[in-house]
Nanobody, 127 residues
Framework: QVRLVESGGGSVQAGGSLRLSCAASFYIAGTYCMGWLRQAPGKGREGVAA?????????YFADSVKGRFTISLDNAKTTLYLQMNSLKPEDTGAYYC???????????????????WGQGTQVTVSS
């Protein structure tokens, strides 16, 4: 079964860290944009970070997380990570992993159309 499974969410105090993982049940081949999106209560999903692999690799970060979050893909190309440091209460939300084949493109992070989504993992940051 082709799927993405997130893990690593939890509850932390402001200033703490969490590492999210997204395990793919398949080898990720081709040109793709694999990202993390989050949804805060009462709000829509927003792109947080993305990893693009094509001829080379690129990473994308929302302005709100630049300098605090990093994204990486393991060498086996099956697990995507999101290292979140200096967490803030406004980082609270459900975090989703998603992938689409092709570019992340100029429409990232506004474009939240992905081909495959994980089930999400909850991150709660208390002040």
């Amino acid at each position: 079964q082709v799927r993405l499974v997130e893990s690593g969410g939890g509850s932390v105090q402001a200033g703490g860290s969490l590492r999210l993982s997204c395990a793919a049940s398949f080898y990720i081949a081709g040109t793709y944009c694999m990202g993390w999106l989050r949804q805060a209560p009462g709000k829509g999903r927003e792109g947080v970070a993305a990893f693009y692999r094509g001829g080379g690799t690129l990473t994308y970060f929302a302005d709100s997380v630049k300098g605090r979050f990093t994204i990486s893909l393991d060498n086996a190309k099956t697990t995507l990570y999101l290292q979140m440091n200096s967490l803030k209460p406004e980082d609270t939300g459900a975090y989703y992993c998603a992938i689409r084949w092709g570019q992340c493109g100029d429409t990232w992070p506004e474009d939240t159309s992905y081909a495959l989504w994980g089930q999400g993992t909850q991150v709660t940051v208390s002040s």
